[in-house]
């Protein structure tokens, strides 16, 4: 079945940086858009970007664009979310999702706070 694994959360500064993962397995990853999708404390689903199957594509929410960087590896078959420059506002659970599946993985926690 489809599987979708996230890591690399946690604790980081303002200003820092944060690598998140999210392996995929049970499809064929590389034939597949992915998102990121986050959810701050006390509020809803914010989706952050988008990725196309090739990986050469990817669109952003205005409120991590130029902050962000998604990528893919469709041999390894792991999404990658890069961020940069983060502030208080960028606490949330994040979550990987396959949208043609409707899967979610479980989410890693990143907390912005020095």
């Known amino acids: 079945q489809v599987q979708l694994v996230e890591s690399g959360g946690g604790l980081v500064q303002p200003g820092g940086s944060l690598r998140l993962s999210c392996t995929a397995s049970?499809?064929?990853?590389?034939?597949?858009?992915m998102n990121w999708v986050r959810q701050a404390p006390g509020k809803g689903l914010e989706w952050v970007t988008s990725?196309?199957?090739?990986?050469?594509?990817?669109y952003y929410a205005d409120s991590v664009k130029g902050r962000f960087a998604v990528s893919r590896d469709n041999t390894r078959k792991i999404l990658w979310l890069l961020l940069n420059n983060v502030t208080p506002e960028d606490t949330a659970m994040y979550y990987c999702?396959?949208?043609?599946?409707?899967?979610w993985g479980q989410g890693t926690q990143v907390t912005v706070s020095s």
């Open positions: 049970g499809f064929t990853f590389s034939r597949h858009w």
């Open positions: 990725i196309n199957s090739a990986g050469d594509s990817a």
């Open positions: 999702h396959a949208p043609e599946y409707s899967a």
